[in-house]
């Protein structure tokens, strides 16, 4: 079965970077669009970022437009996202998802695996 596993969260001063994996098994990811997503305390899960893995065409939420970066690693069959000049309101728990059928889409509900997520906390 299908299984993303997020790795590389943690606790970074504002200003600060960090870069978020993704580790993908179960099938080949070629026809899938993937996504970054987050979910801060009290807050609804929002969309971060996505990529669609065959051609590499990336769509990123306003909120962090030229700070964060998704790419992948065909080889690794792993996705990645770089996050640079963090800000506290980046803090929440970060959920890698894969979609079937490549469509890069914003919704929540249109992704069909989730991984676990990983804590990223920004200090001010």
């Known amino acids: 079965q299908v299984q993303l596993v997020e790795s590389g969260g943690g606790l970074v001063q504002a200003g600060g970077s960090l870069r978020l994996s993704c580790a993908a098994s179960?099938?080949?990811?070629?026809?899938?669009?993937m996504g970054w997503f987050r979910q801060g305390p009290g807050k609804e899960r929002e969309f971060v970022a996505a990529i669609r893995w065959s051609v590499g065409i990336t769509y990123y939420a306003d909120s962090v437009k030229g700070r964060f970066t998704i790419s992948r690693d065909n080889a690794k069959n792993t996705v990645y996202l770089q996050m640079n000049n963090l800000k506290p309101v980046d803090t929440a728990v970060y959920y890698c998802?894969?979609?079937?059928?490549?469509?890069?889409?914003?919704?929540?509900?249109?992704?069909?695996?989730w991984g676990q997520g990983t804590q990223v906390t920004v200090s001010s």
């Open positions: 998802a894969a979609r079937a059928g490549a469509t890069m889409t914003t919704r929540v509900e249109a992704y069909d695996y």
């Open positions: 179960g099938r080949t990811f070629s026809s899938y669009a």
